[in-house]
């Protein structure tokens, strides 16, 4: 099959996994999540026409792999070059994987023609198992809530897209000498759960659809800020087993983000398994105030990365 385009790129954005609803589908649908997808961390790359299959820019053995899998599974050659320009970091809580596959799948339609939209590739390559925000981040951006997985649930639906003032900011702090659970260890790991309970399942629904989202609606930052760090505890506290005893993965990315709350900070949390914490603030210029005073205070901790980031509130792109 020829290409319809001599080059096509895509931007696949991050995103931030603020937390699941019920993890033990103790009334009727598994899981649930919200999340939002984020400006300045994103895998920018693109393919075109090469004699073998090949890199150039950032190294990405995952990149190539994902290729060369999704090539035999639509059919098409992959004796392609493949641009990395920018990437996600890997195994933080970011989406790196879901976005990885995004991106090379819709670079893939659009070089080869072949009409695919983001849900096919994300049943192509597995994705939405579970939490199906990064699928929804890369359709539509801003904030996003998916209804989790009933018995004939192939990627979770969105329940809701709302998006989130452009002046609000994201305070993320990173550990580079940590990272989250993944692969077969994930796997175990949801597997090994405790049981979730139903009460607590209705609570976080209440939250989210009466105050949460109302709140975003109504640009309420502290009380949308309250139900984050509420949903955030919840379900940190039911995987505290699985990440060493607490809410947080890492210590110090904790230690941090209890500090980031006592200088008025909210929404605080850790995305998906970590070790990334975030927070959020009303504007740019509190974002610059409490980042500084934060690099200020844990300049002993050089394994520590704290940076802004604001929402994306369109989906990824596709440009051909």
């Given amino acids: 099959m020829k290409s319809s385009a001599p080059k096509v790129t895509v931007i696949a954005p991050a995103r931030l996994h603020m937390g699941f609803i019920d993890l033990s589908a103790s009334l009727g649908r598994n899981f649930g999540s919200i999340g939002v ?6 895998t920018c790359l693109s393919v075109s026409a090469a004699d073998e299959l090949c890199s150039v820019g950032l190294e990405s053995r995952r990149a190539l792999v994902c290729v060369q899998q999704l090539c035999g599974l ?59 925000i990064g699928i929804a981040t890369f359709e539509q951006g801003g904030l996003v809530v998916d209804g989790g997985r009933g018995a004939n649930t192939k990627t979770p639906p969105v329940i809701s897209q709302m998006k989130v003032p452009d002046e609000w900011r994201f305070l993320l702090v990173l550990d580079d000498t940590d990272q989250g659970l993944h692969g077969d260890d994930e796997i175990k790991a949801f597997k090994e759960l405790p049981p979730f309970s139903s009460q607590e399942a209705a609570r976080l629904c209440y939250l989210l659809m009466m105050q949460a989202l109302p709140a975003l609606a109504e640009k309420q930052l502290n009380l949308f800020g309250d139900v984050i760090t ?3 505890s919840a379900v940190g506290e039911h995987f505290s087993g699985a990440q ?8 110090d990315v904790a230690e941090v983000m209890s500090f980031l709350q006592e200088q008025g900070a909210v929404a605080i949390g850790q995305t998906s398994w970590g070790p990334t914490g975030f927070c959020l603030v009303s504007n740019k210029v509190l974002a610059d105030e409490l980042e500084h005073k934060a690099k200020q205070q844990f300049a002993g901790m050089p394994n520590v990365k704290i940076m802004q980031a604001s929402v994306r509130n369109t989906g990824g792109e596709v440009l051909a």
Avoid: C, W
């Fill in 37 to 42: 997808a984020l400006n300045e961390i994103n």
């Fill in 74 to 132: 639509l059919n098409v050659s992959d004796k392609l070059q493949v641009e990395i320009k920018s990437l996600i970091p890997e195994h933080v809580g970011l989406g790196s994987g879901t976005q990885m596959s995004l991106a090379v799948g819709m670079a893939l339609s659009a070089y080869y023609d072949l009409g695919l939209q983001v849900r096919d590739i994300a049943e192509l390559t597995s994705r939405g198992a579970r939490s199906g």
């Fill in 244 to 251: 060493g005893g607490g809410v947080f993965t890492s210590k």
């Fill in 230 to 232: 509420q949903l955030q």
